[in-house]
């Protein structure tokens, strides 16, 4: 209360925030004034003079009104100016608002500008993109050679985008501004066409294609999250510094930074190869199995929804409900159950036995009678007791009792048998746990695939493969995979080929990756409710920016149907209604099974339209810019077509067909006769008995008129749905936005609250829909059930925090191990001199091998020197005989390394220092990317195991930390005694590049065309 009467005295916080930044605004138009008197070949000079003073020390807030204002000089001057953008006539027609203005200084101070759609984003970035290009030459000037190309200084800013098409067109459309600065522009493509735009001869900007490494050299890069990241993991894996394309991570702008920074942040970048020993075969193998165990628990779950009917009818609530419970917890996607639980009372019944279950620990006595459980919200199937029994019937041998490897293996080195028999029995006992656990994973995953994992929702099956369907965009990702087995589980269960298991090669999250930069700043329409996330995990403010003109685009309330049926009809009712008045429908959906059900509907009525499922970004953001015209209708994914404005074509914003509009009318009211419901915004228009003609003063007008955007499901995230409704009312256009939901559908199913399951009764009354009431308000429409909805998503978003939260907590458990690695590999690369740390291993590997055979602390008696002196001689390739006359521990440590050193010393004679010198650095770098795989490797089998630990109540994330640990000790220490041994080993031929090494290049290049894989 206090809180929101201060607001209405000193503004909110974020008013403050954008008040305080009016005042540079004032001084950017002033030197804008005064910038006019410029000739044009005056600017790039100025740019240089910039330049000089940042090198000289000034401070770049000092220079910001300054710069900006030469910017929107330059832009003020370009208007009218034709040329090319994505092969299309494009003529220049902007100069930056002052609410744009606020925009750019937000992103120069590293924060995140929301922006609403149509508000020039694209713009805005020019602004702090040119200052901070402007302050990485001064560093260039100072001598910094991160900023400097071939002597010169150039800037390092990168501008990020969600795909492709729009990196390129941004990068191309914004091209003449920069150029006409004196900055240079470049897009990264993901097909590898990378270009730089210039001026040709006769002023116009042309496309010249080029290497990656030539785009990284611009003071500007275009491109998208995925590049800019796999480019930092194949820089990591490069055998040369001509290879290494990334010059500095300085300063980034993230375009569209909530889908990037939040909904990809659940993704990790994966580089992966070949798994060595594949084990597909296992998926072919238990394939019938899991089939046959699908089968049963359908037949159990058949006969449990025949005895909860059974039961009801008798009115023994209590035991039908934990039945359907029992259906709940074995098929929670059951269409049956579906409709059971839609009748009065029942799902809260459903709720409570569980609830009480739960508090008294008894749940699982229940779970025993079904073969697996599936949990929907948290994406697991757990293998009951039962279901072990039916899969071990199906195997001979105890399936499930897998050795435990540190036990058994501590009994083998106890025991008094030979080396060769102790080593038989570990490749036994090796063999066992691998071929139990491969089975045991292949099942589970395979489970996960049979009720979790839909087709046509999750994936699509083309061209006989598996592809996934990106679940925030809707559009398929050809050449991703799921990892830990899940793909080749999918593959298996729709009976395509599949594919060998991958290992990772590289990987980061793209939260540790963004977290690289020196500064980071981002711009979206939707930002607000991620507020928290933002900074709790990159650091970054939000401040929303003021529209440049008023929104007039209304935002009616959802409302809400029993079934998905019903839903549709209703859309298509809509649809059909507004379709003939002439007026613009951009319909969202949130998969492409639901596009393609909606665009048959609409096929049966004749209705003309498009369909979108963002497969093609650049035709579909032509088909998009068209959406806004009289009579289109676009059904689109929630991201098909974005970045791309939506504007109103001719005619539009005119008077509707008065007679139309009266046949409509009539429509309605022999409907409403019959009790059934209509949206709310059509009972106005029969109390009036007519359509107003659109006033842009009168808001009761707005939203019949512009776009008029339809929701057919809430998104688990409210910005995803913020976002679809903004596609309506650009730059103060009337327009209009409904939800149209149903009770069937995922969100309010899995997340809803006591308010929507007292909706469910109220509607189960009734066979067909009708209005009905809830505290005075129609039920479809009422805003009580609307809260709890948003509640709902609120709590999906918190879970989401929370998984993307633990999974960058898990690659902060990696990232500290990748900084060391990647450390040691660049100082490989830029040709460091390694012989000290050559000899500082050999040492340790030294003082390793004496404790292991002439420990300390035993007598001379039970030395066992020879071995020591055996050794020595296998590694080091020499004679070590003269220590057998040695009794002096100190005197044989500095007679072996004394042995050592001269060996090094005649390998060196042999074949030159400055070869030897090489051969270090290929060893060092082969060794470590062969042993970096290995542990990442070690790292992923870590992980897929050890979430079972909190059945023994041990925290896993703790846990793998403590692992993680010791494996990265373990992989230092071998890393060293690998790199010792290969030294010394190593053919010593006087050549500079050895055969070996040039084929381990060679295979290197192989891997670095990975595949790119989605974990989940």
């Known amino acids: 209360m206090l809180s929101s009467i201060l607001s209405k005295i000193i503004g909110t916080r974020n008013e403050r925030e954008v008040k305080k930044r009016w005042k540079i605004v004032e001084k950017i138009n002033y030197f804008f004034e005064q910038f006019k008197n410029l000739r044009d070949d005056d600017i790039p000079k100025k740019t240089e003079e910039f330049v000089r003073r940042l090198a000289d020390g000034e401070n770049p807030f000092d220079l910001l009104a300054e710069a900006f204002a030469l910017v929107k000089e330059t832009a003020r001057r370009l208007v009218g100016y034709e040329y090319e953008v994505t092969t299309n006539p494009y003529k220049w027609d902007m100069v930056h608002f002052d609410v744009q203005l606020i925009g750019g200084i937000v992103l120069f101070e590293g924060k995140i500008a929301e922006m609403k759609t149509g508000e020039g984003k694209t713009l805005v970035a020019t602004l702090p993109a040119y200052l901070h290009a402007l302050i990485g030459r001064a560093r260039g000037l100072k001598g910094n050679s991160k900023f400097l190309v071939n002597g010169e200084p150039k800037g390092a ?129 238990v394939k019938p199995v899991v089939s046959a165990i699908v089968e049963k628990q359908k037949e159990i779950i058949r006969k449990f929804l025949d005895e909860a009917e059974k039961l009801l009818k008798e009115g023994n609530i209590e035991k039908a409900c934990i039945r359907l419970l029992q259906v709940r917890r074995g098929d929670p996607k059951n269409k049956r159950l579906f409709r059971i639980l839609q009748e009065p009372g029942i799902l809260r019944n459903v709720d409570k036995i569980e609830l009480k279950l739960i508090k008294d620990k008894k749940l699982r006595e229940y779970d025993k009678e079904l073969y697996f459980v599936v949990d929907e919200k948290h994406n697991v199937v757990d293998i009951t007791e039962k279901g072990r029994e039916f899969i071990e019937s199906k195997y001979r041998g105890d399936l499930f009792k897998v050795p435990d490897l540190s036990i058994e293996l501590d009994k083998i080195e106890r025991s008094d048998l030979s080396p060769s ?71 298996a269960k729709e009976g395509v080929k599949v594919q060998e298991q991958t290992q990772t090669l590289a990987t980061i999250t793209l939260q540790n990756y963004f977290r690289l930069y020196e500064k980071l700043a981002g711009m979206t329409g939707t930002a607000m409710t991620e507020a928290a996330e933002f900074w709790d995990i990159y650091k970054l403010d939000v401040i929303a ?234 039920v479809v429409e009422s805003k009580a059930v609307l809260k709890a909805l948003e509640g709902a998503q609120k709590r999906v978003e918190m879970m989401h925090f929370q998984m993307r939260k633990r999974l960058l907590e898990y690659d902060d458990v990696i990232n500290k191990q990748r900084e060391v690695v990647y450390s040691f590999r660049e100082d490989i690369l830029s040709g460091k001199d390694l012989s000290d740390i050559y000899m500082e291993f050999i040492e340790n590997y030294l003082d390793e091998l004496l404790e292991h055979y002439l420990p300390i602390e035993e007598a001379k008696s039970k030395w066992n020197l020879k071995g020591f002196v055996d050794e020595l001689s296998y590694i080091f390739i020499g004679d070590f005989k003269d220590l057998l006359s040695l009794e002096n521990r100190e005197n044989i440590k500095s007679k072996a390394l004394e042995i050592i050193k001269n060996i090094y010393k005649l390998k060196e004679e042999a074949i030159g220092s400055e070869n030897l010198r090489n051969m270090e650095r290929w060893v060092a770098l082969i060794t470590l990317d062969e042993l970096w795989r290995e542990h990442l490797y070690a790292l992923d089998q870590l992980r897929e195991g050890v979430y079972l630990r909190a059945y023994g109540n041990r925290d896993p994330l703790v846990e793998f930390k403590k692992e993680g640990y010791h494996l990265f000790n373990e992989f230092i220490n071998r890393l060293k005694k690998e790199m010792v041994m290969r030294i010394f080993r190593a053919d010593i031929k006087p050549v500079s590049t050895p055969v070996v090494v040039q084929e381990e290049n060679n295979n290197q290049k192989k891997l670095l065309k990975g595949v790119k894989k989605v974990s989940k």
Do not use: C
Request: no cysteine; glycine share 6%.
């Open 157 to 285: 800013v990168h501008i990020v985008t969600v795909n492709d098409y729009l990196a390129r067109r941004d990068a191309q459309w914004m091209a003449p501004l920069y150029l006409r600065l004196g900055l240079t522009v470049s897009a990264i493509q993901s097909d590898r066409n990378d270009q730089i735009i210039i001026f040709n001869e006769e002023g116009k900007t042309q496309v010249v294609y080029t290497n990656r490494k030539s785009v990284y050299q611009t003071d500007i890069t275009y491109g998208t999250n995925n590049e800019f990241g796999f480019d930092y993991l194949r820089d990591h894996m490069a055998f040369s510094l001509d290879d290494v394309v990334q010059r500095v991570h300085y300063y980034a702008i993230v375009d569209e930074a909530d889908s990037i920074l939040i909904d990809e942040a659940r993704t990790p970048l994966i580089i992966s190869g070949p798994v060595e020993h594949s084990s597909v075969e296992h998926f072919y193998e």
């Open 545 to 778: 920016i003021p529209t440049n003109k008023p929104v007039r685009r209304i935002d009616y309330v959802d409302i809400i149907f029993k079934t998905k049926k019903d839903k549709y009809i209703a859309v298509v009712d809509e649809i059909e209604r507004w379709h003939k008045l002439s007026r613009p429908i951009l319909v969202g959906t949130t998969s492409i099974e639901e596009s393609e059900l909606l665009s048959r509907l609409l096929k049966l009525r004749g209705i003309p339209h498009e369909v979108l499922n963002a497969k093609h970004h650049e035709k579909e953001a032509k088909i998009v810019a068209k959406a806004g015209q009289k009579y289109a209708v676009t059904i689109a994914t929630n991201m098909a077509g974005r970045g791309t404005d939506i504007k109103l074509g001719e005619g539009v914003l005119e008077p509707y067909d008065e007679k139309i509009v009266k046949e409509i009318i009539e429509d309605l009211k022999k409907r409403l006769e019959k009790g059934e419901v209509i949206p709310g915004h059509w009972k106005e228009i029969i109390k009036l008995g007519y359509i107003p003609k659109f006033n842009e003063n009168d808001p009761k007008t707005w939203g019949y008129y512009g776009l008029y955007v339809i929701g057919t499901n809430k998104h688990e995230a409210r910005r995803i749905d913020n976002q679809l409704r903004g596609r309506s009312g650009r730059q103060g256009d009337p327009g209009a936005s409904k939800f149209f939901l149903s009770l069937e559908d995922d969100l309010l199913r899995l997340f809803g609250s006591d308010k929507v399951i007292e909706l469910n009764e109220k509607l189960g009354k009734y066979k067909i829909f009708r209005a009905l009431k809830i505290a005075g308000e129609d």
């Open 421 to 491: 028999e102790k080593f038989k029995l570990r490749e036994e006992l090796y063999r066992e746990y691998a071929e139990k656990t491969d089975r045991i994973h292949a099942i589970q995953q395979m489970l996960k695939g049979y009720m979790l994992f839909e087709k046509d929702v999750n994936y699509v099956v083309k061209d006989n493969q598996v592809i996934i369907v990106d679940e925030f965009t809707g559009r398929l990702m050809p050449g991703r995979r799921w990892s830990d087995g899940l793909h080749e589980a999918i593959e």
